[in-house]
């Protein structure tokens, strides 16, 4: 029994079954491809608002500086503080000739309030780079240790040791400590000599 070859219009039907099924099947995988780019893209999109947004907020309201991340001790390179919106903060930041305030500067301003604008320009006469870990040698024979250069006089007060002086947030707690136990400035001779008013711009 011979076996025939299909006529020439059979072998068109069966190309054109063969090439009507394969486009649709190509339409619908770049339909797929295409679907999945734009979702790819809309939740970058979303994602990157959303960063932004949420950078925008924290830049308002907190403040950012480096510290050393080995001292004495090992502690964060990043120091996060408040931002302060206040009378007293905005007259400290016009006498940084541009510069923003630190973290810590941020800092003792939350702590000192209205007098936040003297208290860093005494910071800044008793220790103009802002140190953590820095101290001077006075002609008495005392040393001033700290972000606001606490005399080690202090020291004799039970509790308070060196290495309290040393960390920042600590010294600006004990500063604000003797700022109200005295009422005011007078235990910083920059504040008693009036030298902290080179540091007030206006």
Not at 43 to 71: K, M, R
Not at 122 to 150: M, P, V
Not at 165 to 193: H, M
């Amino acid at each position: 029994m011979t076996t025939r070859a299909p006529s020439t219009r059979a072998r068109k039907r069966v190309r054109s079954n063969r090439s009507g099924v394969r486009p649709p099947r190509l339409a619908a995988l770049a339909g797929s491809f295409i679907q999945g780019a734009f979702r790819s893209l809309a939740l970058l999109l979303i994602a990157a608002a959303a960063l932004t947004t949420g950078g925008l907020w924290f830049h308002s309201h907190y403040t950012l500086s480096w510290q050393s991340p080995l001292v004495v001790r090992l502690q964060l390179p990043i120091v996060v503080a408040e931002r302060m919106e206040s009378e007293g903060a905005t007259e400290a930041q016009a006498d940084q000739q541009g510069h923003g305030l630190s973290a810590w500067q941020q800092y003792a301003c939350r702590k000192f309030g209205a007098d936040c604008r003297i208290a860093l320009a005494i910071q800044r006469a008793e220790n103009a780079q802002g140190k953590c870990e820095i101290y001077h040698y006075n002609s008495d024979g005392t040393l001033d240790w700290g972000y606001f250069q606490i005399n080690t006089v202090h020291l004799k007060r039970p509790g308070l040791n060196l290495r309290d002086l040393l960390d920042c947030k600590a010294n600006i707690d004990f500063a604000y400590q003797l700022y109200r136990e005295k009422g005011g400035f007078t235990p910083w001779s920059t504040f008693n000599d009036g030298r902290y008013r080179r540091y007030m711009g206006r």
